[in-house]
């Protein structure tokens, strides 16, 4: 099944512990189609600028990524930079600089409508919902958010989850959405906004799964070293959607195996400093540190 | 084989969104010994005062806890009174009375010292050594502490932390000892330490198990309603060595069995307000949810 993904494509400035980059290639949809790549070809729908250059470009295309629907846009490419605090606990964003992301109105070219798994990166709502309305007939619809729009765009953002498969949230996302509660009843409540299943993503501390089928959970690797954990929850959420789009059939199964790969991916972009790790990632190395996580728990 | 613990007994007022109790029978040692109870008898060393009567003591002797170790002192019980934020990510201790507590100097009985597997519950490490050094021959060692004690009496903690097989302390705590690491690191850095083994608890995102066998990991069973956490990390430790002091050998696997045993039986202490839970629970209710848990991360 052919996959698209719509979101941002940036440059990032990030420190940590372990050193800083400049200029790093980023943004949502960058790491779920590079997270993607060992499985599947993705279609992208985002914005670059006038700055955004062949060897940037090479990086999406060395892994199959079809740039069909990447606008290039008069200006800058979105630009932003993040210091993490010494054990990764916390973030300060230095800047956020839109640039051309600020007036993206996503076109999908004629090729695109077809697509079959849809992912909604973490853009504006109503944007979300333009994407969706270019397709024809899309079999499976996955959406992403954040605290921003949750604050701000509540009513259009609960209209893209009513009409999409699979929410991903992080947790406290997740609270902000529905009201302190335990996780379990807030998985509940998200739900019955509309989704048949919700991931919700706790960073260092795994994964749920909640809706049709069981309940599943995924733990995070434990790393002997992070260096980067910029880009890990887009990189869950593409490896989530590329192996289902490789699979044959999707059951209740293949979201469970879907969890555990994205996992895997997710632990390695954590390991490198932006795309690093995951430009030049195989098949072989997340399946091997997909059956370490399933060993971490099996007794 | 038989179990000792030492640990407090106290009285405790909790307020969470759920309700409020007052006077409740807590302390580390309590909670320890009646998550045990589904699996062996324990042996208890704590000290009580005089306003501890016998209602209090039939709720462990009900469940078989030998208290011949609990010690009785002139003056009032330890209490201790404390509030949860509405979500329970927060809890602020509304006062603490060390009463009796403070001067305890634990003594055992005799008929203790042929004590096999041991749990020095948190407190002052001194203490523990003096329990330490009051058994013949044991044969299991495990111990807690606390953010106080890495604080105000390192050396003498470490010292505990020679002499034991299994360091039971939660994350926070690990990388006060450690330094700001990532968890995988700050385990090696503990296991160098002295144990075989460092089980690191992480509330509601569960525990792993690090050092001799492989690296485990269980998941805290996702509650729809929590009444009242406090206790679980007694309890988690209290079921933890229940499970293996009832196991006829011990091997790598009894360890990751007795995780997940942990993980059921703290899930439940969360469900009532203080030991409610813990008093009438069976054998075959923590089989149960210990195989939901295992559920939750089997494909």
Request: glycine share 8%; with cysteine.
């Amino acid at each position: 099944m052919n996959l698209l993904v719509v979101g941002s494509v940036a440059f990032d400035n990030i420190e940590t512990r372990a050193g800083e980059g400049k200029r790093l290639l980023g943004g949502s949809a960058t790491y779920f189609s590079l997270a993607a790549a060992p499985f599947c070809t993705s279609r992208i729908v985002a914005v670059v600028g006038e700055d955004f250059t062949p060897e940037y470009e090479e990086v999406l295309t060395n892994r199959d990524i079809d740039i069909e629907g990447l606008q290039r846009a008069k200006g800058l490419t979105f630009a932003w930079g993040g210091t993490y605090s010494e054990n990764f606990e916390t973030r300060e964003t230095q800047f956020t600089d839109l640039n051309v992301f600020a007036d993206f109105s996503p076109e999908l070219p004629a090729s695109y409508r077809d697509s079959e798994l849809v992912f909604l990166g973490n853009i504006q709502p109503s944007l979300q919902m333009d994407v969706l309305r270019q397709i024809d007939n899309p079999g499976l619809v996955a959406a992403d958010t954040m605290n921003l729009w949750i604050n701000d765009n509540r009513e259009e953002l609960l209209e893209v989850i009513r009409n999409i498969d699979i929410l991903f949230i992080n947790d406290e996302e997740a609270l902000l959405l529905t009201g302190p509660y335990p996780l379990l009843k807030a998985a509940s409540m998200l739900l019955e906004m509309g989704p048949d299943r919700v991931v919700i993503k706790r960073g260092e501390h795994g994964a749920f799964l909640f809706g049709a089928g069981k309940n599943f959970y995924v733990p995070a690797f434990p790393l002997d070293d992070i260096v980067d954990p910029t880009g890990a929850g887009d990189s869950f959420a593409g490896a989530f959607m590329g192996y289902l789009a490789q699979e044959e059939e999707l059951n209740d199964e293949s979201f469970r195996k879907a969890m555990i790969t994205a996992s895997a991916v997710a632990s390695y972009t954590c390991e490198g400093f932006g795309v690093e790790k995951l430009k030049r990632l195989t098949p072989e190395k997340v399946l091997s540190r997909s059956e370490e996580i399933q060993d971490l728990t099996s007794i």
